[in-house]
């Protein structure tokens, strides 16, 4: 796999946040709610701003708890689950993001197909883990700040579900890091497995979503502005992964930990 990126070299960071960014976010916006689309259904802009479409299957890898269903329902904008509930089977959900290449000044609108599916059901059912592996674009590998487990579970999970695949994105999310005052995973220990496995590592909050004025709704511009540095951390290795794939850009390997 191609060395990542550098984070904003390839995707304009803030762009979103602009007013061009804007009128693009309007067309995964309903209201100011997040609108929901299903597997065929796609964001419906304008002819003047039509875009180019780049389409991703992420799977979602990680101990049970963890919160691998909530940060894929924060992604999409939908209520995050009160409860924990295992996973049963494998659940897929769609995220459009618009984003903004640094290199051409061009817009892309990526297209996130997120493949979920509950630790049991990969234990008891053997065809699962290889359906949700299968054209695989990145994996998402998730620990907890508060469970010290899932962290040091992070290396087993490389090598069984990414070991197999050299050429698929890997990037690496911690949640819960709002209780980072109760954490497990001090700091140093994120900086050594940095240095050791050079990818990525993102942080995520567990808080509930920010509402509109009726109390109920939840805000979806809020809610963008939340979780835009993971899909912008998606898009930019997936993009830079595809460059080098096509030869665009030179393949500099990684070293991986023996």
């Not at 946040?17 to 997040?34: D, M, P, Q, V």
């Not at 509950?118 to 994996?139: I, V």
């Not at 911690?174 to 942080?203: C, I, N």
């Not at 951390?233 to 997936?238: R, S």
């Amino acid at each position: 796999m191609a060395r990542p990126p550098a984070p904003g070299s390839v995707i304009v960071p803030d762009w979103h946040e602009s007013a061009e960014g804007k009128e693009y976010l309007a067309c995964i916006l309903r209201k100011n709610r997040r609108r929901v689309f299903g597997l065929l259904e796609r964001p419906v802009l304008p002819p003047p701003v039509a875009i180019d479409t780049a389409s991703y299957k992420i799977f979602m890898s990680g101990k049970s708890g963890v919160g691998k269903t909530a940060l894929v329902a924060k992604l999409a904008g939908l209520e995050v689950p009160v409860v924990h509930h295992e996973t049963t089977g494998i659940q897929t959900t769609v995220v459009f993001w618009p984003a903004k290449l640094q290199v051409s000044d061009r817009v892309v609108m990526f297209r996130f197909e997120f493949w979920d599916c509950g630790e049991s059901a990969l234990k008891k059912f053997d065809h699962m883990l290889p359906a949700c592996k299968e054209k695989t674009d990145a994996f998402l590998f998730l620990f907890s700040f508060t469970d010290r487990a899932s962290f040091e579970d992070l290396p087993g999970q490389l090598a069984r579900v990414a070991g197999e695949a050299p050429g698929v994105v890997r990037m690496v999310i911690g949640s819960k890091f709002d209780q980072y005052m109760h954490t497990d995973v001090p700091e140093r220990d994120l900086t050594a497995f940095r240095q050791a496995w050079k990818l990525p590592l993102l942080r995520v909050k567990s808080v509930p979503g920010r509402r509109l004025a009726d109390g109920r709704t939840l805000d979806g511009r809020a809610g963008l502005a939340d979780i835009a540095h993971v899909l912008n951390g998606l898009a930019e290795q997936l993009w830079h992964q595809d460059q080098v794939a096509a030869g665009l850009l030179p393949n500099a390997s990684e070293n991986t930990p023996s």
